[in-house]
């Protein structure tokens, strides 16, 4: 089961993380992704494992985009950030809404 459509009522930009070069990281193309925007402060931990402190968190469908550590994202206020982590949650054929959540600074 996906995550229902109606609940998407934001729209992000990312940029996914491609990688470091000599004169700075790599970025894809942008990609414009209907989600779920929550905007509140909270503790979560990095890819390295450090607790840093989360101030913004999109919901989308599974296959929405692929936004590792490090992509920028700009969201609808025009605000650019990055993203900590992505968690996908997928119920595994269980009646659960399944989607991905990313974390951003």
């Known amino acids: 089961m996906l995550i229902p459509g109606f609940l998407l009522r934001h729209e992000v930009v990312v940029e996914p993380y491609e990688g470091d070069s000599a004169v700075g990281p790599l970025y894809g193309d942008p990609v414009a992704v209907r989600c779920f925007l929550e905007e509140r402060n909270r503790l979560v931990r990095n890819a390295e ?3 840093v402190t989360s101030s913004a968190t999109f919901y989308c469908r599974l296959d929405a985009v692929t936004a590792p ?3 920028r994202v700009v969201l609808p206020s025009g605000r ?11 119920g595994g054929g269980l009646p659960t809404p399944d989607h991905l959540e990313v974390q951003l600074v």
């Open 49 to 51: 494992g450090r607790e």
């Open 69 to 71: 550590p490090e992509s």
């Open 80 to 90: 650019q950030t990055t993203v900590v982590a992505q968690l996908p949650h997928d």
